[in-house]
């Protein structure tokens, strides 16, 4: 619920605050009199979209400053805010305050702490529903209507159960946890298969070859057989070449191990014949 808010130098006004009742409110005023401006303001605080030709003429900065009492809400809030490292609320009470310049750039704080536009647009939507031409409105949010959803079914466990509301939560939040390792997990799987018809081509390949291996029978005791042969059939080119080449030393070239022997033997044969008995 909207408590205070505080505008200065926005469009007429000088600088202006109120605080709304915890009932019902209601503003009235001829037209020009800055109830547009009020909203407008409002608006800004919920992270709409400003423009420096909103500062009063002859300022050099705009500030909307809004206070709610989210006593109520506090179980959806804290998380939020611990999660984007924000200040949580004191005493149930959360501050927004977002200034625009004419020469520098805009600020928005949440409870003192600076957020960007985004961060407090996503809180705004929480806490405020403007309805009228050209505004948004959150149950047209898929993100909203699962929230009432929520609230309606969590009321209606209450009701047929005589049950505390904690245990709807339990289960949600159980439910959200699972929903978010899901989650995870399938973009783990997105970055490792990049290629969807690849992966399948080699989840196929791998079946075939597993299924080759289970009918072969392979067992301990000829693994090691197999390993021999498939190491010489890995190397069989490199094996053959080495054989030729041994071969070509051995006899085929002009200068061969098998033709040197032979000179030699003739040269020894000539010289025994010179020297039968020495040699």
């Known amino acids: 619920m909207l408590t205070y ?5 926005l469009a007429l006004v000088d600088d202006l605050s109120i605080e709304p009742g915890p009932e019902c409110n209601i503003i009235t005023g001829e037209t ?14 919920l992270g709409l979209r400003g423009d420096k030709g909103m500062i009063r003429t002859g300022m050099d900065q705009a500030v909307v400053e809004a206070v709610f009492d989210v006593h109520s809400m506090l179980d959806m809030i804290a998380p939020f805010l611990e999660e ?27 409870n003192g702490t600076p957020v960007s536009v985004s961060i407090l647009a996503a809180l705004g939507d929480e ?25 309606f079914c969590c009321a209606r466990s209450d009701s047929l159960s005589k049950k505390p509301s904690e245990n709807y939560h ?24 990049v290629d969807e018809q690849v992966y399948r081509q080699q989840l196929d390949m791998l079946r075939y070859q597993v299924k080759e291996i289970e009918s072969a029978g392979v067992d301990a005791e ?11 059939a890995a190397h069989s080119a490199d094996i053959l070449k080495l054989i030729q080449s041994g071969m070509e030393l051995l006899s085929e070239e002009d200068n ?20 039968p008995k020495g040699l």
Not at 32 to 45: E, F, P, R, T
Not at 133 to 150: C, R, T, V
Not at 177 to 188: P, T
């Open 5 to 9: 808010l505080r505008v200065k130098n």
């Open 222 to 232: 000829n693994d090691s057989l197999l390993e021999d042969r498939y190491t010489r």
């Open 170 to 193: 339990s289960i949600l939040l159980e439910y959200k946890d699972c929903l978010k390792k899901l989650r995870l997990l399938e973009s783990k799987r997105k970055e490792l298969v």
């Open 127 to 151: 806490l405020v529903d403007i309805h009228g031409p050209n505004e948004h409105q959150s149950l047209l949010y898929p993100l909203k209507q699962l929230q009432i959803l929520d609230s």
């Open 256 to 275: 061969s191990i098998l033709s040197q022997c032979g000179m030699l033997g003739k040269l020894l044969q000539d010289a025994s014949r010179l020297d």
């Open 84 to 110: 984007k490292g924000i200040e949580p609320c004191e005493e149930g009470m959360l501050r927004v305050k977002r200034s625009m310049s004419a020469v520098g750039a805009n600020r928005q704080f949440i």
């Open 32 to 45: 020009g009199a800055g109830k547009s401006v009020l909203m407008g303001a409002l608006g800004l605080a």
